[in-house]
C-alpha cells in the first residue's frame, strides 16, 4: 500500500515539478518578448525624438536664413555740423557749463524690409589715458537700448530711403577737468599732452523688424570715432585745450569698435 502510495506521490511531484518548469519557461518567455516589445518601443521612440528634433532644427535654419535675408540692415555716417564748443551755459544756467557739439547722422535702410523703433544713442566722451572707460560707457547704454521693451518709441524706416537726423552732444566741463585731472597724476601723459584733452564719439542705432517678436532683443549698428585734427601725413592728433571753438577737429573712424547686427 505504502509503496503505491510512494509512486503516487512521485508521479505527484513530477508532474508538479514538469507544471512549474512549464509555468516558469512561459514566464521567461513572456518577460523576453515583453523586454523585446518594450525595447522596440524605446527604439521607435529615440528615432521619433531625433527625427523631430532634426525637422526643427532645419525649420529654424530655414527661419534664421529667411530673417537675415529679408530683414533690415541700417547703416550711420555721423557728420559734424557745428564744432565742438567749450564752456556753453546750459539752459537756464542750470548744471554748470557744457561742451557740445551737433552731429548730422546721415542712416539709411539697406535691407529688404521695414525697419520699426529705430532710436539713435550718442554722446561724446572726454578720454586721456584710454578708451576703456568710453567702450564701457557705450556697452552699458547700448544694452539697455537693445533689451528695450517700448514698442511705440523711435521711428519708422522704409528700405532704400536715405534720411538724416540731427543731435546735440555734449559732456560737461566738470567732467572734462576730472578726465584732465586724472591724468596729470601719470608721470608720461603729465609730460605728454598737459592740460589736453581728447575725445571719442560712440553710440549705435537700435532697431527691430516687423517679423519678429516685440519682445525679441533689437538689432544695433554700434560705432566709435575718435575727434582729432589731421595732421597732413595720413596721421591725425586728438588732444586740443578745452577752451574756445575747437574748429579743427574732425571724426575719425575706427572700423575696429564697430559692428552691426
Not at 541700417?74 to 561742451?99: C, E, H
Amino acid at each position: 500500500i505504502y509503496s503505491g502510495q510512494l509512486d503516487e506521490m512521485r508521479k505527484a511531484t513530477v508532474a508538479s515539478t514538469k507544471a512549474t518548469q512549464l509555468a516558469s519557461d512561459a514566464i521567461e518567455y513572456s518577460d523576453s518578448h515583453f523586454d523585446r516589445a518594450q525595447q522596440q518601443t524605446i527604439t521607435q521612440t529615440v528615432a521619433t525624438i531625433k527625427a523631430a528634433n532634426a525637422a526643427k532644427s532645419a525649420a529654424d535654419t530655414a527661419r534664421d536664413a529667411l530673417v537675415v535675408g529679408n530683414r533690415p540692415w541700417i547703416k550711420v555716417s555721423p557728420a559734424i555740423s557745428s564744432p565742438l564748443t567749450f564752456n556753453v551755459l546750459r539752459q537756464g544756467g542750470q548744471g554748470g557749463p557744457m561742451a557740445i557739439m551737433t552731429i548730422q547722422n546721415q542712416m539709411e535702410n539697406v535691407g529688404q524690409s521695414v525697419a520699426l523703433n529705430v532710436i539713435v544713442y550718442e554722446e561724446i566722451i572726454p578720454i586721456a589715458l584710454g578708451i576703456g572707460p568710453a567702450l564701457s560707457r557705450r556697452q552699458e547704454r547700448c544694452a539697455a537700448y537693445r533689451h528695450s521693451q517700448q514698442t511705440m518709441s523711435g521711428s519708422i524706416r522704409f528700405p532704400h530711403d536715405p534720411f538724416t537726423e540731427g543731435q546735440i552732444v555734449g559732456t560737461s566741463m566738470m567732467d572734462i577737468h576730472k578726465v584732465i585731472d586724472e591724468a596729470q597724476k601719470n608721470t608720461v601723459s603729465r609730460s605728454t599732452i598737459g592740460e589736453k584733452v581728447g575725445f571719442v564719439l560712440v553710440g549705435c542705432v537700435s532697431y527691430r523688424s516687423s517679423f519678429e517678436p516685440e519682445n525679441a532683443p533689437r538689432h544695433q549698428t554700434a560705432f566709435f570715432y575718435y575727434l582729432g585734427i589731421p595732421t597732413g601725413d595720413g596721421g591725425w592728433y586728438s588732444y586740443v585745450e578745452p577752451t574756445g571753438v575747437a574748429n579743427q577737429l574732425r571724426l575719425i573712424e575706427t572700423p575696429l569698435y564697430s559692428s552691426a547686427d
